[in-house]
């Protein structure tokens, strides 16, 4: 990547607004980001960058929350994705990763268009802990073939029905646990170049300032308004991996 171009000022903006859309909602990050990196950047530096940037918003987001933490909501969700990463990374050795995404963005498209244009959606009381073990295994699936660490497990509190504050201690650290395990399964890809170490060195003024931004007007958010922006991400999630 060129630094005199524009290309420099549209990965720090880039990096900015993914930061930025993750300290409010607590996940997209990486598609975000990803949305401009994939035109300026190899895939092979959008993958490091990712990885190294996701994991300091995340684990800075969680450690904001780690207060409120309920312990007895979490386990089930990280046991289950401990289970179904492996079973996530074996699929993605032999399944065409283009029909994966494809058909989880139509998914997630049809699921957000649903909720959306509907006032509300009954809360799903039923099941308990094996249920949301079910719920965290599936998203563990889903993060070991697509990297998306948080999508399954966001759905699924909102059909709990749990207030936002609730939500988000869930699904981050949820996230967080998946993505590790996730990184962990399927290996380095490609060693880590001085162009990325300088990437990332560049963007991170940017991360951290989207990062407390969104954190800020987190916070400023009612039921309703989280609500819709988290249907409104799963909605460009979704258009993302159709695209």
């Known amino acids: 990547m060129d630094g005199l171009s524009l ?84 699929i993605l050795t032999w399944a065409n990763p283009a029909h994966v995404r494809a058909g989880v963005g139509a998914f997630l498209v049809l699921y957000s268009l649903y909720a959306l244009l509907r006032p509300a959606i009954a809360p799903v009381k039923a099941g308990g802990a094996a249920t949301d073990a079910g719920a965290g295994f599936l998203n563990g699936v889903l993060g070991g073939i697509t990297g998306l660490a948080g999508i399954l497990v966001t759905i699924w509190c909102g059909l709990r029905g749990w207030p936002k504050d609730v939500q988000r201690t869930v699904f981050q650290p949820v996230a967080v646990a998946t993505f590790l395990m996730s990184a962990l399964w399927i290996g380095a890809k490609g060693a880590i170049t001085p162009d990325s170490i300088k990437l990332f060195l560049v963007g991170l003024p940017a991360l951290l300032a989207g990062t407390w931004l969104g954190l800020k007007l987190f916070g400023r958010l009612d039921e309703a308004a989280f609500r819709k922006v988290v249907l409104v991400l799963l909605l460009a999630s979704g258009v993302f991996l159709i695209i």
Do not use: H
């Open 7 to 90: 290309e420099l000022p549209l990965f720090v903006v880039a990096t900015f607004a993914g930061a930025f859309v993750a300290g409010l909602s607590g996940f997209a990050f990486g598609l975000v980001a990803a949305s401009i990196w994939l035109y300026i950047l190899t895939p092979l530096q959008t993958a490091t960058l990712i990885i190294a940037f996701g994991l300091i918003v995340q684990g800075y987001a969680v450690w904001k929350l780690r207060m409120s933490l309920d312990w007895t909501k979490l386990w089930p969700f990280v046991l289950g994705a401990a289970l179904g990463v492996p079973v996530g990374v074996n």
